[in-house]
């Protein structure tokens, strides 16, 4: 369109020159007035075009407002560590693959990473914010409408890159706060025989090497917290459905649901695995 245009008043500028007298002071205004417009044109459109995006940017970068949730969020190879602060900077609570945020509030997030660049990216929400080795790196948004969002990470981090995913689900303050109060809780004793068998399991076989179960022994801090495992939706970072089944298998053999991940496989007998899978699922 702008070259036809343009093709257009140049030929048309010609065809005027040819039968133009050129000494005439009408010529001459002409002439000055394409020169000077030529580039105050351009000149207007860049300054209007860089002014936009300037003013854009500003919005965008701007500090959260004061009354903004505050979470921390760590990119590790490949699942994200959550954890929410309260107004003294303190953690109340943490969680991985998951975060839960109240509607119509603005939400602060500060991004880090454990290991190697990542991206924390919902399409829905926000836009990319890396995760960077030595850095924090700050973000905010806000969920307008209740529902679950799914999160990927958005900087290629390795072989499980495709599989760094979480979800985050916007509900009711009320919701929220209920669910909030529930994460900060440590976790529910094991009240039956079965689930204190599955604890006892957990702590053979080295489990709590790597995983925190608050109000237990379990202090590792290598994996995602499991306090509330079985209050998540995922796992393996969003990649199977939070279902006993799939809890059995991914203990078992993670490698084969999500090649080299950092989980080594747990060789169990049975019984053993339905306990652990039994005191993992009474992790609400
Ligand atoms: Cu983490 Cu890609």
């Excluded at 994460?183 to 529910?188: I, K, V």
Aim: glycine letters at 10%; aromatic letters at 8%.
């Amino acid at each position: 369109m702008i070259f036809i245009g343009v093709m257009t008043i140049l030929a048309f500028g010609l065809w005027q020159g040819r039968q133009a007298n050129r000494a005439s002071p009408g010529y001459v205004a002409s002439r000055n007035l394409v020169i000077a417009g030529g580039i105050a044109l351009p000149l207007l459109v860049a300054i209007f075009l860089v002014g936009g995006s300037l003013k854009l940017g500003a919005a965008l970068h701007a500090n959260p407002p004061p009354d903004a949730i505050r979470i921390e969020v760590t990119g590790w190879r490949w699942w994200w560590e959550i954890r929410y602060l309260d107004a003294q900077d303190r953690v109340i609570a943490v969680t991985a693959n998951e975060m839960h945020v109240p509607v119509d509030r603005p939400v602060a997030l500060t991004l880090e990473s454990g290991d190697v660049i990542h991206s924390f990216w919902v399409p829905q929400l926000q836009g990319k914010t890396d995760l960077v080795p030595g850095t924090v790196n700050t973000s905010w948004f806000e969920a307008d409408e209740a529902g679950t969002y799914r999160g990927q990470c958005a900087e290629f981090c390795g072989v499980q890159h495709a599989l760094m995913a979480f979800v985050v689900i916007a509900e009711s303050q009320a919701e929220f706060s209920a669910w909030l109060q529930n994460q900060r809780q440590p976790a529910a004793a094991p009240l039956t025989n079965d689930r204190q068998a599955g604890l006892d399991v957990f702590m053979q076989h080295g489990c709590a090497s790597c995983h925190t179960i608050r109000g237990t022994e379990a202090v590792g801090i290598l994996g995602p917290d499991l306090t509330h495992l079985s209050s998540r939706k995922t796992l393996g970072a969003a990649t199977r459905p939070n279902t006993i089944g799939h809890l059995g298998g991914w203990i078992i053999d993670p490698q084969s649901i999500k090649p080299g991940n950092l989980m080594p496989a747990t060789s169990l007998e049975a019984e053993e695995l339905n306990a652990l899978t039994a005191y993992l699922q009474s992790l609400e």
